[in-house]
């Protein structure tokens, strides 16, 4: 099946620094990928819509100038968090629709688990 | 390797009772997420197993079993509403979700 993967898996970081989480998709192209954060035990919440070439959708309240997409190609999109602080803890989890698929298929990938401190 | 096994796609009838099994076999275990994927929308949650057993949740209920790894999600009285995808995902001993496919379940009148 389409695999997904994201890197890095677990990430620590000083407060005010800025992070970058890559996701991509493996044996597939994927024209759009999809950032959520997961809170503990709660659904996973559409953070933005990444369109290969174009920029990204983003959510209602999420800041965009602090959570940085890029999808450079068919393959890769980049989830930047700058100065990143605690309340930014979370994980992150991105998913690629397969080009020509339809709205349900997509593949998640297993998360990024970032820790501000 | 990691992997979940789900079926691929479920038919039922308004009313009548589903059962959506999943498999797994992974590096360790932390956890199983059931969530419900509408076409085009993000998944909401759904439940959370950690222990053996099955939890209740108004019409939908999940079960686990560690030993055997696997897992099931039980849907009574269904719904028109309820046609969607449903996900199976464990969390492994690096807290990493392992995904299943999904199983797109269809409710007919």
């Known amino acids: 099946g389409a695999v997904v993967s994201q890197h890095p898996s677990r990430v620590i970081c000083k407060s005010g620094t800025s992070v970058k989480i890559e996701c991509r998709s493996l044996?597939?192209?994927?024209?759009?990928m999809f950032w959520y954060r997961q809170f503990p035990k709660k659904s996973l919440m559409l953070m933005a819509t990444?369109?290969?070439?174009?920029?990204?959708?983003?959510e209602q309240g999420v800041e965009k100038d602090k959570f940085l997409i890029n999808h450079a190609s068919l393959t890769l999109s980049t989830l930047t968090v700058t100065s990143a602080h605690p309340e930014d803890s979370s994980f992150y989890i991105c998913?690629?629709?397969?080009?020509?698929?339809?709205?349900?298929?997509?593949?998640f990938g297993p998360g990024t688990r970032l820790t501000v401190l | 390797g990691q992997n979940i096994d789900q079926p691929t796609e479920m038919t039922a009838t308004e009313g009548a009772i589903v059962q959506i099994n999943c498999t797994y076999q992974?590096?360790?275990?932390?956890?199983l997420f059931w969530y419900q994927q509408h076409a085009g929308e993000a998944p909401t949650f759904l439940s959370y197993?950690?222990l053996d057993g099955l939890e209740e949740k108004g019409r939908f209920s999940s079960f686990l079993s560690r030993s055997k790894g696997y897992s099931y999600l039980l849907l009574k009285e269904l719904q028109m509403k309820d046609s969607a995808s449903y996900l199976c995902?464990?969390?492994?001993?690096?807290?990493?979700?392992?995904w299943g496919a999904g199983t797109k379940l269809i409710i007919k009148p």
């Open positions: 998913s690629a629709r397969e080009s020509g698929g339809g709205a349900d298929t997509q593949y």
């Open positions: 044996d597939f192209q994927a024209t759009t």
């Open positions: 197993n950690v």
């Open positions: 990444s369109n290969e070439g174009s920029k990204a959708t983003y």
């Open positions: 995902a464990v969390v492994d001993s690096n807290y990493q979700l392992i």
């Open positions: 992974t590096s360790g275990f932390n956890g």
